[in-house]
């Protein structure tokens, strides 16, 4: 318990990891949202909705093999707000389609870019969240889990409450997600310098 406690004193650690967590709770949402509004909602079947969750997971895959190239050029930190804007954006857009009742292949392009920058986003963020202490690493990393997996849990159970029949309530979820991501790391990362 000592060693929770001395985490959670830590700056980066904590701020990282809420991060994280915002941004694991996207990928929760859009789970636990996405038969909904193409099975029942947009009336695809079976086969199209399968194929279309293993599009958003390839975009995922490929996005983290883009990671690699990103970080050639500019460390971790450099990264993460600017691709947790292309969420904002794509979920900005997402709503626009919600609003304007669009088909659905206008809800399928933001879903994509979106899932893509989980991606890069998850394995930048948890570099920037273990970059400290060696010794600390398996305490950190089981509660770094715990936080984002809360988190993530929480919002994923918030989305199904305030379902109304529409794509909006997901959308929405989708922009708090990394809208608040993105506060929390202007307002309390943005300031510290990192190398990973």
């Known amino acids: 318990m000592k060693q929770y406690k001395a985490l959670f004193k830590k700056y980066q650690f904590i701020s ?6 915002f941004v694991l709770a996207g990928l929760f949402i859009y789970i636990g949202s996405s038969h909904f509004i193409f099975v029942e909602l ?7 909705y399968a ?16 990671n690699y190239i990103l970080l050639a050029k500019h460390p971790s930190m450099f990264w993460i707000p600017k691709i947790l804007w292309i969420s904002v954006s794509a979920a900005l857009l997402l709503i626009l389609a919600s609003y304007f009742k669009a088909p659905v292949w206008l809800l399928v392009i ?21 970059s ?31 379902q109304n029949g529409t794509v909006y309530p997901t959308a929405v979820m989708l922009c708090l997600c990394a809208s608040t991501g993105i506060a929390i790391t202007y ?6 310098q990192y190398k990973i």
């Open 16 to 21: 990282f990891s809420f991060v994280g967590g």
């Open 42 to 48: 947009y009336e695809l079947t079976n086969t199209q």
């Open 51 to 66: 194929w279309l969750f293993a599009l958003n997971s390839l975009s995922i895959m490929l996005s983290a093999q883009l």
């Open 110 to 130: 933001p879903i994509i870019i979106f899932m893509g920058t989980i991606g890069i986003l998850l394995p930048n963020i948890t570099a920037c969240a273990m």
């Open 132 to 162: 400290i202490d060696a010794r600390q690493a398996g305490s950190a990393s089981a509660l770094m889990g715990t936080l984002q997996f809360a988190i993530a849990a929480s919002l994923s159970g918030l989305t199904a409450w305030l």
């Open 187 to 192: 307002l309390f990362t943005k300031r510290l």
